[in-house]
């Protein structure tokens, strides 16, 4: 089993910056795909970024602005968001699947392992 806790949301002015981290339990934490998704009120989840079967991938709305990366031996994934937008404005959830790779990496239902997410708000 494993565990997935974020953190790092709060308020941000727009053209701030935040960093999400998710702390994920497990020793085979490294070889996981792991993903971000973002779910704002009244609207479905969707996808933010991932790795994925060794690459990156990223949603065009935040391509440029977030990226991603993952510390294997503190087992942290981390999503550094840049630039950030009124639309950023949501609930902000890690999700991991042991898999190394998914297949449809942009779709919630790929990952077994999810956090409880985190809120990040985005002022105008």
């Known amino acids: 089993q494993v565990q997935l806790v974020e953190s790092g949301g709060g308020l941000v002015q727009t053209g701030g910056s935040l960093r999400l981290s998710c702390a994920a339990s497990?020793?085979?934490?490294?070889?996981?795909?792991m993903g971000w998704f973002r779910q704002a009120p009244g609207k479905e989840r969707e996808f933010v970024a991932a790795?994925?079967?060794?690459?990156?991938y990223f949603a065009d709305s935040v391509k440029g602005r977030f990226t991603i990366s993952r510390d294997n031996v503190a087992n942290t994934a981390l999503l550094q968001m840049n630039s950030l937008k009124p639309e950023d404005t949501a609930v902000y959830y890690c999700?991991?699947?042991?898999?190394?790779?998914?297949?449809?990496?942009?779709?919630?239902?790929?990952?077994?392992?999810w956090g409880q997410g985190t809120q990040v708000t985005v002022s105008s």
């Open positions: 790795w994925s079967g060794g690459s990156t």
């Open positions: 497990g020793r085979t934490f490294r070889r996981y795909a």
């Open positions: 999700a991991a699947d042991s898999r190394s790779g998914v297949r449809f990496f942009d779709r919630a239902s790929e990952y077994a392992y």
